[in-house]
């Protein structure tokens, strides 16, 4: 079946500095998504891509759909510590279609 | 925003005994929902599609008998976990699309807890 590869499964970075995570497939997708995952809630939102090529930012956020329809990443830039929580990203074949989640990278961030 | 709310947020229950969790679209309708569950560090898994009005589609490996999805309106979908086990403690997850095309909502999550 279809997977997503994400790693390393842990990353830990000094408050202030740039993030940058990396998420692969086998598969084509023709919807990247990006989420954060808490302790104890549901995931939410960041980016959304829709169209192979893009770049779209969300505050400190800036996610990229690779050309090859197989990639994605996420850079956070300037981190601050409530940035901690465990990163998602999710493929979607098309609209209204079921994802596919990659086993997620937990960001710890030191004061 | 697109708001998806769960309910209860945690539950205990005795082993043997069902457990019915609701998920609800507040601001909009969702004739598309999807429930999922989630082990401690583990990544979401997709237990089934519940689709407004018909019968819900599972992931393979997911006992429909025993994981009952009711999706009756198009703002609730209700997963029931009948003659629930230790082993079905878990965090059960749902989300929904707000609109065609639009991206997935996720609701806070329910946590259950079978002794």
């Known amino acids: 079946g279809q997977q997503l590869n994400q790693s390393p499964q842990s990353m830990f970075i000094q408050e202030g500095e740039d993030v940058s995570m990396n998420c692969t497939s086998s598969?084509?997708?023709?919807?990247w998504l990006w989420y954060k995952q808490d302790p104890g809630e549901g995931p939410v939102l960041l980016i959304a891509?829709?169209?192979?090529?893009e770049l779209t930012s969300n505050g400190r956020l800036t996610a990229q759909f690779g050309i090859t329809r197989k990639d994605s990443f996420l850079n956070i830039s300037a981190s601050i510590p409530s940035d901690v929580g465990i990163y998602f990203c999710?493929?979607?074949?098309?609209?209204?279609?079921?994802?596919?989640f990659g086993k997620g990278i937990t960001l710890s961030v030191r004061p | 925003g697109a708001v998806v709310s769960q309910h209860p947020s945690w539950v205990i229950c005795k082993s043997g005994t069902s457990v019915k969790i609701e998920c609800r679209s507040l601001?909009?309708?969702?004739?598309?929902m999807f429930w999922y569950r989630q082990f401690p560090k583990q990544s979401l898994m997709l237990m089934a599609t519940?689709?407004?009005?018909?019968?819900?589609?599972?992931e393979q490996g997911v006992e429909k008998d025993k994981f009952l999805i009711n999706h009756a309106s198009l703002t609730l979908s209700t997963l029931t976990v009948t003659s629930a086990h230790p082993e079905d403690s878990s965090f059960y997850i749902c989300?929904?699309?707000?609109?065609?095309?639009?991206?997935?909502?996720f609701g806070p999550g329910t946590r259950l807890t079978v002794l």
């Open positions: 989300s929904a699309f707000k609109q065609f095309g639009d991206t997935q909502y």
């Open positions: 598969s084509i997708f023709n919807t």
């Open positions: 891509l829709y169209k192979a090529g």
């Open positions: 999710a493929g979607s074949p098309g609209a209204n279609s079921k994802l596919t």
């Open positions: 601001d909009f309708q969702a004739t598309t």
């Open positions: 519940s689709n407004e009005g018909s019968k819900a589609t599972y």
